[in-house]
């Protein structure tokens, strides 16, 4: 069963933790994890994008000039993909991008994500995380005291902790999140992810 170090908020050791093998000590499925990243992203698009045809162009109801006779190109519309202002072809059109998988495949994803940062010894353990008021240099004190304060950390929490969000959201390299909001991208996203004791037994709860 892999074992972590306990830290308090000023940096120092004051125990270790057993991690379970379930989440943290099995084999990272990359093609997997890719495939969650892929849709993770791919649900983001608002898709949106949108160009106007011909048949939604104002305009160009009237033949601009007659078929024959003017010497110039045969033309029907001053609205056509070939005129300035005119219809685009086969431009971006509204659609949705939203990809699925499966609920047992996004939590097996989450699993190795979180195995491939426990085997990179990227996984930090506080035994609490708590502010009297939101100060994000309270929370850049304490990621400076674990040495991480250079990386990307994403910072998880067992319960919603206002402070703790409001204290991380003007990093620009620090996110906080809830453990039962953690996915497999957001892992993969930071170099470190920093559990409170409480956000670790509600991962194991979960993913047990």
Same mark, same amino acid.
């Given at each position: 069963?892999?074992?972590?170090?306990?830290?308090? +908020?000023?940096?120092?050791?004051?125990?270790?933790?057993?991690?379970?093998?379930?989440?943290?000590?099995?084999?990272?499925?990359?093609?997997?994890?890719?495939?969650?990243?892929? +849709?993770?992203?791919?649900?983001?698009?608002?898709?949106?994008?949108?160009?106007?045809?011909?048949?939604?162009?104002?305009?160009?109801?009237?033949?601009?000039?007659?078929?024959?006779?003017?010497?110039?190109?045969?033309? &029907?519309?001053?609205?056509?993909?070939?005129?300035?202002?005119?219809?685009?072809?086969? !431009?971006?059109?509204?659609?949705?991008?939203?990809?699925? +998988?499966?609920?047992?495949?996004?939590?097996?994803?989450?699993?190795?994500?979180?195995?491939?940062?426990?085997? !990179?010894?990227?996984?930090?353990?506080?035994?609490?995380?708590?502010?009297?008021?939101?100060?994000?240099?309270?929370?850049?004190?304490?990621?400076?005291?674990?040495?991480?304060?250079?990386?990307?950390? #994403?910072?998880?929490?067992?319960?919603?902790?206002?402070?703790?969000?409001?204290?991380?959201?003007?990093?620009?390299?620090?996110?906080?999140? +809830?453990?039962?909001?953690?996915?497999?991208?957001?892992?993969?996203?930071?170099?470190?992810?920093?559990?409170?004791? &409480?956000? #670790?037994?509600?991962?194991?709860?979960?993913?047990?």
């Amino acid at each position: 069963m892999p074992e972590v170090a306990v830290y308090n +908020m000023e940096g120092q050791e004051v125990g270790t933790a057993n991690l379970n093998e379930k989440i943290f000590g099995v084999e990272p499925n990359h093609d997997l994890m890719h495939r969650y990243v892929v +849709m993770y992203l791919a649900n983001q698009r608002q898709g949106t994008a949108a160009t106007k045809t011909r048949a939604a162009v104002r305009g160009g109801g009237r033949k601009p000039w007659r078929q024959k006779g003017t010497g110039r190109a045969r033309q &029907g519309s001053i609205r056509a993909p070939q005129w300035v202002g005119g219809g685009v072809v086969f !431009g971006p059109q509204p659609r949705d991008h939203r990809q699925k +998988m499966p609920k047992k495949a996004r939590r097996n994803a989450l699993r190795s994500a979180l195995s491939a940062k426990a085997q !990179g010894e990227r996984v930090i353990v506080l035994d609490k995380l708590t502010f009297p008021e939101p100060k994000t240099k309270a929370m850049l004190t304490v990621l400076g005291n674990l040495n991480i304060a250079d990386g990307k950390a #994403l910072v998880v929490t067992g319960e919603p902790d206002r402070t703790v969000v409001l204290s991380a959201r003007n990093l620009p390299k620090v996110e906080a999140r +809830m453990a039962l909001d953690l996915n497999a991208y957001d892992v993969l996203n930071y170099d470190y992810v920093v559990f409170t004791q &409480g956000a #670790l037994d509600k991962i194991e709860e979960v993913l047990g």
